[in-house]
């Protein structure tokens, strides 16, 4: 993938390289936006705030036109055959089965016990989360039974979901994503809560809310692993362009990536809606840019960047998600 990437980048020269950059297919979006009636956004590109504190001494004001091989790795990346296990990580091999009974409301705790079995990696993982702090069981949980009886099927799926995605968001290589990988797991988390509870109040499957939730943020870790094998300095850009063309590539990335995992067509929808921007966001769709936001405020909140009661917020003005916002808030571990 090194070697790759860095060939890539000596093959094209300067005109070639602008012409490359016109044929990834941006859908810019303004810093200042105005919100739709009926549906809360905040009075400013969130993103905005949050790339620079994502990267914080990675982040830097470079040369202009700099910034065009990386967009250009990018470019052929988001192009890549994706069944090449070089571009993104394998899921653990008993996951699709077991994300099909975690869809069914009706599984049988006897069903979801023999799929964890499988694998003895997720299984330890999920009796160490469950003797966390954040669960604070009574007694120490040592077996997956005592750990179903705990937490219930509903608290199990999530659980699962959760535990079985953070190896992959969490993947650490090269030094800007071994700083960014924990921040971008944390944002995902609370992304998919706010996913989960947003959805809910809608009358929409808070499951597939969570799954996407989670998902969303796979292709900016892959993203920043790539741009990691190839950068000389450990600096990414912050130019306006730049940030924008990123985070629409690495949505397209977070797509492909979910396609081909198979996963539900209500998560591939909402992820692809997050690329497309074909008119207004409805639903799950919805639900997953509000949930990105709130998610991104509570750790800007969390860190001092903002404050919770900025006017440009708009939460004030919108109790369901300055509920949501608090929830996060309330379910952070100690």
Same mark, same amino acid.
């Given at each position: 993938?090194?070697?790759?990437?860095?060939?890539?980048?000596?093959?094209?020269?300067?005109d070639?390289?602008a012409?490359?950059?016109?044929?990834?297919?941006?859908?810019?979006?303004?810093e200042?936006?105005?919100?739709?009636?009926?549906?809360?956004?905040?009075?400013?590109?969130?993103?905005?705030?949050?790339?620079?504190?994502?990267?914080?001494?990675?982040?830097?004001?470079?040369?202009?036109?700099a910034?065009?091989?990386?967009?250009?790795?990018?470019?052929?990346?988001?192009?890549?055959?994706?069944?090449?296990?070089?571009?993104?990580?394998?899921?653990?091999?008993?996951?699709?089965?077991?994300?099909?009974?975690?869809?069914?409301e009706?599984?049988?705790?006897?069903?979801? *016990?023999?799929?964890?079995?499988?694998?003895?990696?997720l299984?330890?993982?999920?009796?160490?989360?469950?003797?966390?702090s954040?669960?604070?069981?009574?007694?120490?949980?040592?077996?997956?039974?005592?750990?179903?009886?705990?937490?219930?099927?509903?608290?199990?799926?999530?659980?699962? *979901?959760?535990?079985?995605?953070?190896?992959?968001?969490?993947?650490?290589?090269?030094?800007?994503?071994?700083?960014?990988?924990?921040?971008?797991?944390?944002?995902?988390?609370?992304?998919?809560?706010?996913?989960r509870?947003?959805?809910?109040?809608?009358?929409?499957?808070?499951?597939?809310?969570?799954?996407?939730?989670?998902?969303?943020?796979?292709?900016?870790?892959?993203?920043?692993?790539?741009?990691?094998?190839?950068?000389?300095?450990?600096?990414?850009?912050?130019?306006?362009?730049?940030?924008?063309?990123?985070?629409?590539?690495?949505?397209?990335?977070?797509?492909?990536?979910?396609?081909?995992?198979?996963?539900?067509?209500?998560?591939?929808?909402?992820?692809?809606?997050?690329?497309?921007?074909?008119?207004?966001?409805?639903?799950?769709?919805?639900?997953?840019?509000?949930?990105?936001?709130?998610?991104?405020?509570?750790?800007?909140?969390?860190?001092?960047?903002?404050? *919770?009661?900025?006017?440009?917020?708009?939460?004030?003005?919108?109790?369901?998600?300055q509920?949501?916002?608090?929830?996060l808030?309330?379910?952070?571990?100690?």
């Amino acid at each position: 993938m090194l070697g790759y990437l860095r060939s890539l980048i000596r093959r094209f020269s300067k005109d070639q390289s602008a012409d490359a950059l016109q044929a990834v297919t941006v859908f810019s979006e303004p810093e200042d936006i105005v919100a739709e009636e009926g549906a809360w956004q905040a009075a400013f590109d969130v993103d905005s705030r949050f790339y620079p504190w994502l990267l914080g001494v990675h982040g830097k004001q470079i040369q202009h036109g700099a910034e065009k091989p990386l967009l250009i790795a990018l470019d052929r990346l988001v192009r890549a055959d994706f069944s090449d296990t070089r571009h993104i990580p394998r899921v653990p091999s008993v996951l699709p089965q077991l994300l099909k009974s975690l869809r069914n409301e009706n599984v049988s705790v006897d069903e979801l *016990a023999n799929h964890i079995s499988r694998d003895v990696t997720l299984l330890a993982e999920i009796i160490s989360e469950v003797n966390s702090s954040y669960y604070s069981p009574a007694d120490k949980i040592s077996n997956l039974d005592n750990a179903i009886r705990l937490l219930g099927i509903n608290g199990l799926r999530l659980l699962v *979901a959760r535990t079985a995605f953070r190896p992959l968001i969490q993947l650490q290589s090269g030094r800007i994503t071994s700083v960014v990988a924990p921040l971008i797991w944390e944002q995902s988390e609370k992304c998919a809560q706010a996913c989960r509870l947003l959805a809910q109040d809608r009358g929409l499957d808070g499951f597939h809310a969570y799954l996407a939730g989670l998902l969303q943020n796979i292709g900016l870790i892959i993203a920043f692993r790539s741009l990691d094998q190839i950068m000389l300095a450990p600096v990414m850009p912050l130019a306006t362009e730049f940030r924008l063309r990123f985070f629409h590539m690495a949505h397209i990335l977070s797509y492909r990536i979910a396609k081909e995992w198979d996963f539900p067509d209500a998560v591939m929808q909402a992820l692809k809606a997050q690329v497309s921007h074909e008119g207004e966001l409805q639903d799950l769709g919805l639900v997953l840019k509000q949930a990105s936001d709130i998610s991104k405020i509570r750790l800007l909140v969390n860190a001092g960047v903002i404050d *919770a009661d900025e006017d440009e917020l708009r939460l004030s003005a919108d109790a369901e998600m300055q509920r949501c916002l608090t929830a996060l808030h309330s379910q952070e571990e100690p």
